[in-house]
C-alpha cells in the first residue's frame, strides 16, 4: 500500500517559493507519484506527477528522490491563488487503488 | 474539455429518503471514481469503474448504491443512510486505471455536498 505522509501546513509569503514535501516509504518501483490540490468549495485539481526523474511544468516541478521514497513539490514563485491544500497521492500497485495523503494546507501571505 | 459535471451541487435527505447523485465526463474516460470527503480530510476512494465494470469497492455500506449505465455516466444511488454519510461525494475519471503504465491523471467534479438529517 503506497501510503504517504505530508506536514498537516505550511505558510509562504506571495512571490517566494515554496517547498512541499511528502514521504512515500512504501511505494514499489512502479507505482506514480501524482499531487493534487484542492481550493476551498472544489474538487481535487491535478499539479504534476512523476516515476523516477525530476518533472517540471507550467504550474510547478516536482522533485523525487533517488530512492524515491520522498518527493518535494516545488512552487517557484507563490501567488495567493496557490492558496490550498496540496495533496500527494500514491498509486498502489497493481490493485491501483489511488491513496491520497492527509494533505499540506498552504497559505501564502501577501 | 476536461470536465467532470456532478448533480446536484447540494442535497438534503432524510435517513428514509432514496436519492441518486449523478457524475458526467466526455473526455473518453473509461475509468470513473467515486470518492467520500469529510470536512478537512482526504479523499477517500469509495468505488471504481473500469470500462463501465465495478473494479473496486473499498468495502463500502451496501447503502450506497454505485452504477455505470454507460462509459459517460456514473450514479452512486442512495439509500437509508445515516447522519455520519453526511460529506462531500467527488466522482473523478481518468483514461484508464492502468497505474503502472501511465500517469494516469485523474480529472475531478466539484462535488454534491450530502447532508443526512
Known amino acids: 500500500d503506497a501510503k504517504t505522509t505530508q506536514p498537516n501546513s505550511m505558510e509562504s509569503n506571495e512571490e517566494e517559493p515554496v517547498h512541499l514535501p511528502c514521504n512515500h516509504s512504501?511505494?514499489?518501483?512502479?507505482?506514480?507519484i501524482h499531487w493534487y490540490r484542492q481550493l476551498p468549495s472544489q474538487g481535487p485539481e491535478y499539479v504534476i506527477h512523476?516515476?523516477?526523474s525530476n518533472v517540471n511544468n507550467r504550474m510547478a516541478s516536482l522533485a523525487i528522490a533517488e530512492d524515491r521514497k520522498s518527493s518535494t513539490l516545488i512552487l517557484h514563485r507563490a501567488t495567493l491563488r496557490d492558496a490550498a491544500v496540496y495533496y500527494c497521492?500514491?498509486?498502489?500497485?497493481?490493485?491501483?487503488?489511488?491513496?491520497f495523503g492527509r494533505g499540506t494546507s498552504l497559505i501564502v501571505h501577501p | 474539455d476536461t470536465e467532470v459535471t456532478q448533480t446536484p451541487k447540494h442535497l438534503v435527505m432524510g435517513m428514509t429518503n432514496k436519492k441518486s447523485l449523478k457524475c458526467e465526463q466526455h473526455?473518453?474516460?473509461?475509468?470513473m471514481y467515486w470518492y467520500k470527503q469529510k470536512a478537512k480530510k482526504p479523499p477517500e476512494l469509495m468505488f471504481v469503474y473500469s470500462y463501465e465494470k465495478l473494479s473496486i469497492n473499498e468495502s463500502v455500506p451496501s447503502r450506497f448504491s454505485p452504477e455505470c449505465p454507460n462509459s459517460s455516466l456514473l450514479n452512486l444511488h442512495l439509500h437509508a443512510l445515516q447522519p455520519e454519510d453526511s460529506a462531500l461525494y467527488l466522482c473523478?475519471?481518468?483514461?484508464?486505471?492502468?497505474?503502472?503504465?501511465?500517469?494516469?491523471?485523474?480529472?475531478f467534479g466539484a462535488g454534491t455536498r450530502l447532508s443526512v438529517l
Open positions: 473523478a475519471s481518468s483514461q484508464k486505471t492502468s497505474g503502472r503504465a501511465s500517469g494516469n491523471i485523474q480529472y
Open positions: 512504501t511505494i514499489s518501483g512502479t507505482d506514480y
Open positions: 512523476g516515476l523516477t
Open positions: 473526455m473518453g474516460h473509461r475509468a
Open positions: 497521492m500514491g498509486l498502489s500497485g497493481g490493485s491501483y487503488i489511488p491513496t
